[in-house]
């Protein structure tokens, strides 16, 4: 059974950036995406971005300007940087274990892991 | 925006069936999958695939899929139900994942 424990500042100003690292435990860093999510106060989940194990990079639009997403196989590790943080940027920030499962008439996506959640406040 | 649209708010009476609903144009592409959230926990896992529950989900939860819509379904809904509930695919457009925005349980 996989586990990712993270951790990171969780309070930051406005125009510095967010950095956050989750670590694997007890599984393969090969064959998955390795996702950041976050959850603003009282709101459903956004989508940051992912990286694969071989350092492939997906972001979400809204966000891709400000976002790096990166890995370090050797650790079995994976960070998120967020730059430029305003007062919007407040959530709890989740990282996750992404899989893709292929059907003989489609495909699956799922996170099947997900870290503790650090909750990261941008106050003046 | 999400991508992918849920009701907000769904309620049961204990031991009843329910029925959450997602709707999207990925959901033409891709299956979803469901996560349950109670406050201030993580999402965790409960239906992936076609119809795939992880180990330890109990099996009132299941899934269907049809068309633009995935579905989550518990039959005979417990107190421990009650929670957030989520959808999740990836987005036919492009590289990217989507979320639904979630629909609030709760059993009565």
């Known amino acids: 059974q996989v586990q990712l424990q993270q951790w990171g500042a969780g309070l930051l100003k406005p125009s510095e950036t967010l950095s956050l690292t989750c670590a694997v435990y007890?599984?393969?860093?090969?064959?998955?995406?390795w996702s950041w999510i976050r959850q603003p106060p009282g709101k459903g989940l956004e989508w940051i971005g992912e990286?694969?194990?071989?350092?492939?990079?997906n972001y979400n639009a809204s966000l891709k300007s400000r976002v790096t997403v990166s890995a370090d196989t050797s650790k079995n590790q994976f960070s998120l940087k967020l730059s430029s943080v305003t007062v919007a940027d407040t959530a709890v920030y989740y990282c996750?274990?992404?899989?893709?499962?292929?059907?003989?008439?489609?495909?699956?996506?799922?996170?099947?892991?997900w870290g503790q959640g650090t909750p990261v406040t941008v106050s003046s | 925006s999400s991508e992918l649209t849920q009701d907000p708010a769904v309620s049961v009476a204990l031991g009843q069936t329910v029925r959450i609903t997602c709707q999207g144009d990925?959901?033409?592409?891709?299956?979803g999958s469901w996560y349950q959230q109670k406050p201030g926990q993580a999402p965790l896992l409960v239906i992936f695939?076609?119809?795939s529950r992880p180990s330890g989900i109990p099996d009132r939860f299941s899934g269907s899929s049809s068309g633009n819509t995935v579905s989550l379904t518990i039959t005979g809904a417990q107190a421990e139900d009650e929670a957030d509930y989520y959808c999740?695919?990836?987005?036919?457009?492009?590289?990217?994942?989507?979320f639904g925005g979630g629909t609030k349980l709760t059993v009565l």
């Open positions: 007890g599984g393969s860093f090969n064959g998955y995406y």
């Open positions: 990286v694969n194990h071989s350092g492939s990079t």
């Open positions: 996750a274990r992404g899989f893709q499962v292929e059907y003989f008439d489609s495909s699956g996506y799922y996170y099947d892991g």
């Open positions: 999740n695919s990836r987005d036919s457009r492009g590289p990217y994942v989507v």
């Open positions: 990925s959901l033409r592409s891709y299956y």
């Open positions: 695939g076609k119809n």
